[in-house]
């Protein structure tokens, strides 16, 4: 069962373009994690979130975490052909024996064209 | 600036062989795990470990086996490999038990691409 959507699914922008990418849930999490990851390699992470309404700002990428902890965004202004790659956001979730668990959305694939 | 090594970045295997893949990280990571990632899937768990000595099951374990013996080492082992375990291989760490608590992202080594025929 998929618990975190992550749309759109594929992205392809001219640069300089702005763009948001969310992540929804049904379920409410401790924590949300934005991960970069770039062909052949694996996901870097770019930010957690941790606090309902939550903003946090890597230059110019914007990460929220929603009021109710279920969702996330993240907007990129001004598009660059270096933003390119697989977005992907992870959920800490508790699971029975209050355990962390971390859920993975399916990834958004941005293309900036120069 | 080490952090997670894997080995080998490609394998192409026969089904029915068996193979270790390799992950070693220098960064004294108590949390240790093993994803897949297929076009469609996205990243699902196979096995993970809190520490030397302590393994689990995650959400695909099945054809897998764990160990770790070291803080530092953590191999995954096909048993008898199947067309179905064709995939890119992701081994993460993390310094404590919560990957997903503020001060502890995980650290992803750069994958081993597996191709089973």
């Known amino acids: 069962t998929q618990l975190l959507e992550q749309s759109p699914q594929f992205l392809s922008i001219q640069e300089g373009e702005n763009l948001t990418v969310y992540c929804n849930s049904s379920?409410?999490?401790?924590?949300l994690q934005w991960y970069r990851q770039e062909p052949g390699e694996g996901p870097v992470l770019l930010v957690t979130v941790v606090t309902g309404g939550e903003v946090k700002k890597l230059k110019r990428l914007t990460f929220q975490f929603g009021d109710a902890r279920k969702d996330s965004s993240l907007h990129i202004t001004a598009a660059q052909p270096g933003d390119t790659g697989l977005y992907l956001c992870?959920?800490?979730?508790?699971?029975?024996?209050?355990?962390?668990?971390?859920?993975w959305g399916l990834g958004t694939s941005l293309a900036v064209n120069p | 600036n080490a952090g997670v090594t894997q080995t080998p970045k490609f394998q192409v295997l026969k089904t029915g062989q068996s193979m270790t893949l390799q992950c070693a990280q220098d960064?004294?990571?108590?949390?240790m795990s093993w994803y897949r990632q297929d076009p469609g899937m996205g990243l699902r768990l196979i096995h993970y470990?809190?520490?030397?000595?302590?393994?689990d099951q995650g959400e695909v374990p099945n054809g897998y086996n764990v160990s770790r013996s070291t803080t530092e080492d953590f191999p995954l082992r096909l048993l008898s490999a199947a067309p179905s375990q064709t995939s890119v291989y992701f081994c993460?760490?993390?310094?404590?038990?919560?990957?997903?608590?503020?001060?502890?992202?995980?650290?992803f080594g750069n994958g081993t691409r597996l191709t089973v025929t």
């Open positions: 470990s809190v520490g030397a000595g302590i393994t």
């Open positions: 379920s409410v999490f401790s924590s």
């Open positions: 993460a760490s993390s310094f404590t038990a919560f990957p997903s608590s503020y001060n502890s992202p995980l650290h």
């Open positions: 960064m004294n990571h108590e949390y």
């Open positions: 992870a959920g800490g979730l508790y699971n029975a024996g209050n355990n962390r668990k971390l859920i």
